[in-house]
């Protein structure tokens, strides 16, 4: 079976732009939740969604939404963007809630965005 | 709220030898944790878990971790040592909705 795919795998962006990232999980899965990773640190939990609703949101500014499409595919959206948002972005799926091992994120390449 | 501390930045061993990773943890219930591991501009690839159970869990590269309620901690393990392994390695604590909270990492060297 197919990972967790991510899109694109680098971008380059200014301040003040916006930038749209993607994600498919692992067939079968149908939570998504994103991370950010800075430089040197471990990730940080941005959102989590199961069946296209928002499950949770960790303690990022409103710049940072999310979505969930049908398919379970999954977008992270910044808007005006800063210096600071330049990381690695990841994207992790997991099992249904009531299936074994639904406990279980596995993680994607992630996506390198560098904001200048 | 949840943390968990990886109290060594870097650790150095030499191939053949035994490595441990520490990590401590903090939580309030019962703790399901994980260990994941990261190489070079590569995303993060689960190793184990502990949810219930056998304080000892084995995972995958011959990999183990030891559950210790009562120090807090899910120190990472493994028999022999790999050039092979050298990479970062985080450990994780996971909430009721399913959110990860990761240690600062701790970088794994094994040389020959």
């Known amino acids: 079976d197919a990972g967790v795919t991510q899109s694109p795998t680098h971008l380059i962006k200014t301040r003040g732009q916006q930038v749209t990232l993607r994600c498919s999980p692992i067939s079968g899965h149908k939570s998504v939740s994103w991370y950010q990773q800075v430089l040197g640190q471990g990730p940080q939990f941005i959102f989590q969604y199961y069946e296209k609703e928002e499950r949770g949101r960790g303690n990022f500014p409103d710049r940072f939404s999310a979505r969930q499409f049908p398919n379970y595919s999954s977008e992270l959206n910044v808007n005006a963007l800063l210096l600071g948002d330049s990381a690695l972005y990841l994207c992790?799926?997991?099992?249904?809630?009531?299936?074994?091992?639904?406990?279980?994120?596995?993680f994607g390449p992630g996506t390198r965005l560098t904001v200048l | 709220a949840q943390s968990v501390a990886q109290p060594e930045d870097q650790v150095n061993v030499a191939e053949g030898n035994p490595l441990t990773v520490k990590c401590t943890y903090s939580v309030s219930g019962n703790p399901y944790l994980f260990w994941y591991v990261q190489y070079p501009n590569r995303g993060l690839q689960f190793l184990l878990k502990?949810?219930?159970?056998?304080?000892l869990v084995k995972g995958s590269y011959g990999f183990e971790a030891e559950f210790n309620k009562s120090q807090t901690s899910f120190h990472l393990k493994k028999p022999s040592a790999l050039v092979s392994d050298s990479a970062l390695y985080f450990c994780a604590v996971r909430d009721r909705g399913n959110k990860l909270t990761f240690g600062t990492g701790t970088q794994l060297k094994v040389e020959l």
């Open positions: 502990y949810i219930t159970g056998d304080n």
């Open positions: 992790a799926s997991s099992k249904p809630g009531t299936q074994q091992g639904a406990d279980t994120q596995y």
